[in-house]
């Protein structure tokens, strides 16, 4: 059982990322699932999340706009499109998925923005 996440890499400011979430040994249907990023010397901080139940999509308001999490059931994989990135959303990003008393991290993959 685990979370994969990758997709990470250097980009420039204004560049665009997608990130994916692959879960094996389980089935993500039944998950809601959140990316969160931890930058250098900071905490880690939920970016955005997408329920189980509705679909219902969540973003902090720094990444509203540019960022849009999906999910793809039949490939058992989640997606984070990170467009028109800043230096500010530099950190290592890593996908959670939850549901009743079941939870699994998935392994960061690191997004860097610089020029």
């Known amino acids: 059982v685990q979370l994969q996440a990758s997709g990470g890499g250097l980009v420039q400011p204004g560049g665009s990322l997608r990130l994916s979430c692959l879960a094996s040994?389980?089935?993500?249907?039944?998950?809601?699932i959140g990316w969160f990023r931890q930058a250098p010397g900071k905490g880690r901080e939920g970016v955005s999340g997408i329920s189980s139940s509705d679909g219902s999509t969540y973003y902090i308001d720094s990444v509203k706009g540019r960022f849009t999490i999906s999910r793809d059931n039949a490939k058992n994989t989640v997606y984070l499109q990170m467009n028109n990135l800043k230096p500010e959303d530099i950190g290592n990003y890593y996908c959670?998925?939850?549901?009743?008393?079941?939870?699994?991290w998935g392994q960061g993959t690191q997004v860097t923005v610089s020029s």
């Open positions: 959670h998925a939850v549901h009743r008393n079941y939870d699994y």
């Open positions: 040994g389980f089935t993500l249907d039944y998950y809601s």
